[in-house]
């Protein structure tokens, strides 16, 4: 379990992150892309971006929902990482995500970052895994 201060912390890069860097689609998705090039093909039929845009808004719900009363995010990241196989997304690029979404946040967050957000961030992510396993 995420502890409540690591919530705390996590909520609070959250909301640094959105009001420093506002819409961070594009930049979450320029550092997969830029990492990962051979995932950008995979969206080759979402002309306007609309899935990506639904799958960033799912995923930070989910670790808000994940890091407070847990209701639902970990059963629809076990579901979608299954999902997944089926895009041709194989389980550690479906994990890879969540670190794309935390680096991301660290960058927008900019001299707010800590180092208790990271290992915040570090907890979340190994639990995550957990879930993300086959
Ligand atoms: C690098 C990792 C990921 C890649 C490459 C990826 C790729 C994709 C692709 C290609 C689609 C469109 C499938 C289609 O309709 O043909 C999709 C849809 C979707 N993905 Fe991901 N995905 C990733 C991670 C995630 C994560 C972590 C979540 C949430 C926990 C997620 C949630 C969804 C949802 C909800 C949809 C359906 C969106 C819609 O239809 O509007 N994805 N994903």
Same mark, same amino acid.
């Given at each position: 379990m995420?502890?409540?201060a690591e919530a705390a912390l996590i909520?609070? @890069?959250l909301e640094i992150a959105s009001e420093r860097g506002g819409d961070l689609t594009g930049a979450v998705y320029a550092r997969l892309f830029? +990492?990962?090039p051979d995932l950008e093909p995979?969206?080759?039929m979402d002309a306007d971006g609309a899935?990506?845009? +639904?799958?960033? @808004?799912?995923v930070f719900d989910a670790i808000l929902d994940f890091i407070g009363d847990r209701a639902y995010a970990h059963n629809l990241i076990h579901a979608e990482a299954s999902n997944h196989d089926g895009y041709n997304?194989?389980?550690d690029v479906f994990a890879l995500f969540f670190t794309t979404v935390a680096d991301t946040v660290q960058e927008a967050c900019g001299g707010a970052w800590s180092t208790d957000m990271s290992q915040a961030w570090k907890r979340l992510l190994n639990a995550l895994d957990h879930y993300i396993a086959a």
């Open positions: 995420i502890n409540a909520t609070q @890069s830029a +990492e990962r995979l969206f080759v899935v990506r845009g +639904e799958m960033l @808004s799912r997304v194989p389980r």
